[in-house]
């Protein structure tokens, strides 16, 4: 397919050149090749995704409200009773939020995408901190803005964000920070003084902060939620907080999430969502609520284990020469560094050939992922034991 001439200026670009441009995921590449063949006894850890089925009282509600006969369009904004226990739920964990403030949406992919339709142009800059999910780097893209990477540093001690240099990046005209805290891939974790310093100078400068807070519980800090930007916003700010139950209650497949927006952006999401979806499954938001009123102790056990499975990790990753980890706060990823790998994605296409051990190349994170590998831990540790022999054994297969 030709792509348009490079030379368009960003502000006269198409919905469609900016589609065209799009780059398609390199996590699916590696797997996709894998899967092609049909590989078999490949131990995967590529995609992010919880390795349990999501909890039979949940499930038990979503059948329950079938069997009612719950089969209808309901309210674009979501069903007043999950909106009502989501504002308890936030208003519990952060400051209060209001019922207005909230939407539910098709899972937090479409929150995104909802949220930077609302707000996003042709040639508007948007700053991201990286590297990043690559989903949160394309979607702007749709929309085509310009996007500038400010990257995070890594130490085997931890990945650090270099405050200044994201200051410097957010500068007047800018029209949103991306940012996604706890990170994935690298778990890296915003302090609550970091938020506040940026929310300080977006709020100077009338930059939009949009707030993947999709691993907000995944958090192995103090406290049940790691800092949010719902902590400390006031009425006015300009902030929306995307949201999923995916990860919290191991619902991925369900497709069901939410944002938090000023209302008279709400007004205009609400309006997108009518011309996207129109709404969110009934039944799936009747086991989105029993989630958000019964599904703490999901939570707690699912961070147990993701815990466990850290410590396991990324000691074992340290242990094989040439590779460096870093532990992360939150979410459920290492992303660590592979010495001598300058091709993250040959390496990984390798890796499942070789050694039968399915991880993401860190390139698909961004140019600054680019000697890194991710690997998602949310898995047994037995599991985890298996995949470390097999990534030692390659590493002394290549010396
Ligand atoms: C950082 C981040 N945000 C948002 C999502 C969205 O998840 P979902 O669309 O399943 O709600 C993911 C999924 O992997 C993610 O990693």
């Keep these: 397919m030709n792509l348009p001439a490079l030379s368009i200026p960003p502000n006269l670009l198409t919905a469609r050149d900016a589609v065209l441009r799009l780059r398609g995921s390199k996590i699916r590449e590696v797997a996709n090749a894998s899967l092609g063949r049909g590989d078999g006894d490949v131990l995967a850890f590529w995609f992010g995704e919880p390795d349990e089925l999501t909890p039979e009282f949940i499930r038990r509600a979503g059948i329950a409200a079938l069997e009612a006969g719950e089969t209808f369009y309901t309210h674009n904004y979501g069903i007043a009773e999950l909106r009502a226990a989501l504002a308890a739920y936030l208003s519990g964990l952060h400051r209060p939020v209001a019922v207005e403030n909230i939407i539910v949406t098709s899972s937090g992919m479409p929150a995104l995408m909802l949220v930077t339709q609302a707000l996003v142009g042709p040639g508007d800059r948007v ?14 893209k749709v929309l085509g803005a310009q996007v500038t990477c400010v990257p995070l540093d890594f130490a085997p001690s931890g990945w650090t964000l270099n405050l200044d240099r994201l200051l410097a990046a957010l500068t007047p005209g800018t029209r949103a920070l991306y940012i996604n805290s706890p990170n994935n891939p690298t778990g890296w974790t915003a302090t609550r003084e970091v938020q506040q310093k940026i929310l300080d100078h977006c709020r100077r400068l009338g930059i939009w902060i949009i707030a993947d807070d999709a691993y907000n519980r995944m958090y192995f800090g103090e406290g049940a939620a790691a800092p949010s930007f719902l902590d400390i916003a006031q009425d006015g ?31 205009q999401i609400g309006k997108l969502i009518e011309y996207n979806t129109a709404c969110v499954p009934v ?44 532990i992360p706060l939150g979410a459920m990823y290492a992303f660590f560094r592979v010495e001598g790998v300058t091709d993250s994605l040959a390496f990984c296409k390798k890796l499942v050939v070789d050694a039968k051990l399915g991880l993401a190349p860190g390139i698909a994170f961004g140019p600054e992922g680019e000697g890194f590998v991710r690997w998602c831990f ?20 290549l010396g």
């Design 127 to 140: 700053v991201e901190v990286t590297p990043l999910w690559p989903n949160l780097v394309e979607i702007p």
């Design 237 to 267: 700010d300009r902030l929306v907080s995307t949201n999923t139950f995916s990860k919290s209650w191991l619902m991925t497949g369900w497709r069901i999430g939410w944002l938090v927006a000023p209302p008279e952006l709400a007004v």
């Design 283 to 326: 039944f799936v938001q009747r086991a989105g609520v029993v989630a958000v009123q019964a599904g703490e102790m999901v939570i707690r056990h699912t961070v147990e284990r993701y815990r466990r499975a850290r410590d396991f990790l990324i000691p074992e990753l340290n242990a094989i020469p040439g590779v460096q980890a870093a």
């Design 378 to 397: 949310a898995s047994s540790v037995e599991r985890l034991g298996e995949g470390i022999e097999r990534l030692g054994t390659q590493m002394r297969r």
